[in-house]
């Protein structure tokens, strides 16, 4: 669930999403210009893998029982059986989303947390349950609403704090954006499939 904290003017193009699915209203400002700062972030954080560089966002359509996905995944031949950390999917029969950090550790598996997403000027808290993966570590499972997606998907920078006030994650336009985290991925091509990924949403 999300808690509002701050809200930042919605732009145009959001709004004319949330028109298209007038339940799910955002809370996350969409504002694409400059590099949103991760100021506050915790300072002790050391990068342990930089994905920014290397990867993609990409939606797949598949077909029930599966869900549709949109995933990190490897810029050149990545898809989405092959996730980098990141997996969002959704229930094509009531189009509820739900976001798989990965990357948390192994111990936590069956504990409840609140984490917070950082988008700029706005903080956002989400509450989710560790679950196990196939990787060994442990995902970080919590809902979202389509219009944060959307609205997530056109900034410049998002950054995820841990519990414990860690960065575990950082997203970025620009592989060269200097930030702290403990895993840095791109945003390359998130607003594309992210709009493909809502097609593929819709409860059939």
Same mark, same amino acid.
């Given at each position: 669930?999300?808690? *509002?904290?701050?809200l930042?003017?919605?732009?145009?193009?959001?709004?004319?999403?949330?028109?298209?699915?007038?339940?799910?209203?955002?809370?996350?400002?969409?504002?694409?210009?400059?590099?949103?700062?991760?100021?506050?972030?915790?300072?002790?954080?050391?990068?342990?893998?930089?994905?920014a560089?290397?990867?993609?966002?990409?939606a797949?359509?598949?077909?029930?029982?599966?869900?549709?996905?949109?995933?990190?995944?490897?810029?050149?031949?990545?898809?989405?059986? $092959?996730p980098?950390g990141?997996?969002?999917?959704?229930?094509?029969?009531?189009?509820?989303?739900?976001?798989?950090?990965?990357?948390?550790?192994?111990? *936590?598996?069956?504990?409840?947390?609140?984490?917070?997403?950082?988008?700029g000027?706005?903080?956002?808290?989400?509450?989710?349950?560790?679950?196990?993966?196939?990787?060994g570590?442990?995902?970080?499972v919590f809902p979202?609403?389509?219009?944060?997606?959307i609205?997530?998907?056109?900034?410049?920078?998002?950054?995820?704090?841990?519990?414990?006030?860690e960065?575990?994650?950082?997203?970025?336009?620009?592989?060269?954006?200097?930030?702290?985290?403990?895993?840095?991925?791109?945003?390359?091509?998130?607003?594309?499939q992210?709009?493909?990924?809502?097609?593929?949403c $819709?409860?059939?």
């Open positions: 669930m999300f808690h *509002r904290i701050a930042l003017a919605a732009v145009g193009t959001l709004a004319a999403a949330c028109a298209s699915n007038p339940s799910a209203g955002s809370s996350i400002s969409a504002d694409t210009g400059g590099a949103v700062p991760l100021a506050g972030a915790a300072h002790t954080t050391i990068v342990v893998q930089n994905l560089s290397n990867t993609a966002w990409m797949e359509d598949n077909l029930i029982p599966q869900d549709p996905v949109l995933a990190l995944v490897n810029a050149i031949g990545g898809n989405t059986d $092959n980098q990141v997996v969002i999917t959704c229930n094509a029969a009531n189009g509820g989303t739900t976001v798989k950090l990965g990357k948390q550790a192994a111990n *936590r598996v069956g504990q409840s947390a609140t984490y917070r997403i950082r988008t000027a706005s903080m956002l808290e989400v509450d989710g349950k560790f679950a196990a993966n196939k990787s570590d442990a995902d970080f979202i609403k389509q219009a944060d997606l609205a997530l998907s056109k900034l410049d920078a998002v950054s995820v704090l841990s519990d414990t006030g960065v575990q994650w950082a997203f970025v336009k620009d592989p060269a954006a200097q930030v702290n985290a403990k895993y840095i991925g791109s945003l390359k091509n998130m607003p594309k992210t709009e493909n990924f809502m097609v593929f $819709n409860p059939k």
